[in-house]
T-cell receptor, first 113, second 114 residues
Framework: DAKTTQPNSMESNEEEPVHLPCNHS???????IHWYRQLPSQGPEYVIH???SNVNNRMASLAIAEDRKSSTLILHRATLRDAAVYYC??????????????FGGGTRVLVKP | AAGVIQSPRHLIKEKRETATLKCYPI?????VYWYQQGPGQDPQFLIS???????DKGSIPDRFSAQQFSDYHSELNMSSLELGDSALYFC?????????????FGPGTRLTVT
């Protein structure tokens, strides 16, 4: 499976944007880029995913490099509730149904009031 | 909106006992996944089922077994429990096999083995 690399931690001030980078230099053509987050004492939560084009939803934006070897999750205005571990995960759409998410090396985001 | 339901939320067992964890997916979701998260660790995939058939398998011990029933709920059976099995167990569900789509996670079952 293609691997991702993220910084261990990032700090942000409340109401400021947060840019979370992810490197995935060995990404394949059928890999979707997924972002999940895990708040303290909760199950992981889907944030956003994309293949080639930038994506926006109510939670965040996903900017994907033209060569797809890196991406950036953007939280437009961080709140204290955004403090969590953020995981960048590649999922091969070509694999059989029910294929897993591989969590590892996420970024712990700290939001300061 | 309905979410993934897991029961029980907390479970305390002794070594060598058996435990059964249950997962009720979001209505109309046909795929269920099980993950284990030890203290201070990232979630690790155990096993998944699509349309009641096992579809993917991770590092699930032979002491563990799971199945998905006709109503799409799933159960994770754990036998000969060891101290190292103490962890949070998350169930997730998705639609249409989850191909490229999101998984929705439940609140987890915290298993403590003493």
């Amino acid at each position: 499976d293609a691997k991702t690399t993220q910084p261990n931690s990032m700090e942000s001030n409340e109401e400021e944007p947060v840019h979370l980078p992810c490197n995935h230099s060995t990404i394949s053509g059928t890999d979707y880029i997924h972002w999940y987050r895990q708040l303290p004492s909760q199950g992981p939560e889907y944030v956003i995913h994309g293949l080639t084009s930038n994506v926006n939803n109510r939670m965040a934006s996903l900017a994907i490099a033209e060569d797809r070897k890196s991406s950036t999750l953007i939280l437009h205005r961080a709140t204290l509730r955004d403090a969590a571990v953020y995981y960048c995960i590649l999922r091969d759409v070509g694999k059989a149904a029910g294929n897993k998410l591989t969590f590892g090396g996420g970024t712990r985001v700290l939001v300061k009031p | 909106a309905a979410g993934v339901i897991q029961s029980p939320r907390h479970l305390i067992k002794e070594k060598r006992e058996t435990a059964t964890l249950k997962c009720y997916p979001i209505p109309r979701h046909d795929t269920v996944y099980w993950y284990q998260q030890g203290p201070g660790q990232d979630p690790q995939f155990l096993i998944s089922f699509y349309e009641k058939m096992q579809s993917d398998k991770g590092s699930i011990p032979d002491r563990f077994s799971a199945q998905q029933f006709s109503d799409y709920h799933s159960e994770l059976n754990m036998s000969s429990l060891e101290l190292g099995d103490s962890a949070l167990y998350f169930c997730a569900s998705s639609l249409q096999g989850g191909r490229a789509g999101e998984q929705y996670f439940g609140p987890g079952t915290r298993l403590t083995v003493t």
